[in-house]
């Protein structure tokens, strides 16, 4: 994603001397022609709510993102060429605010979550 931004002009990331990336600064203001509305309303919230973080948080949030994981996962973390993230699953930790992707079971829905899989199951 980081290319296609610098690709375009919006954005750069240096690598620092000790070979880690620095944050990804903004060169420009990106054209938002192709989003409606109510996304640009998103992206700006997003955006200010990104700019009251520290660099190393914003990271530490952006790596506990399922589609991170799963593209991780599936490629560096495996010891194989980068995978791609899926940004429809990753987008779901900030549109969807879905409970199972970031918060903890509370004790009724912990016990209930147990006692569903108490049997061994079946084979496919």
Not at 71 to 84: F, I, N
Not at 90 to 113: F, N, S, V, Y
């Amino acid at each position: 994603m980081i290319d296609t931004l610098e690709d375009l002009g919006i954005a750069q990331q240096d690598d620092a001397e000790d070979g880690y990336s620095k944050p990804v600064s903004l060169v420009d203001m990106p054209v938002y022609e192709c989003l409606s509305k109510e996304e640009q309303t998103l992206a700006r919230t997003f955006g200010a709510k990104a700019a009251m973080r520290t660099p190393s948080w914003l990271s530490s949030y952006s790596h506990e993102n399922i589609g991170w994981k799963l593209a991780w996962d599936a490629g560096l973390g495996a010891q194989r060429p980068a995978v791609r993230v899926d940004l429809r699953i990753g987008m779901q930790q900030l549109l969807d605010r879905d409970p199972w992707l970031d918060e903890a079971p509370d004790a009724d829905l912990a016990e209930l979550l147990r006692s569903s899989d108490t049997d061994m199951g079946s084979p496919w």
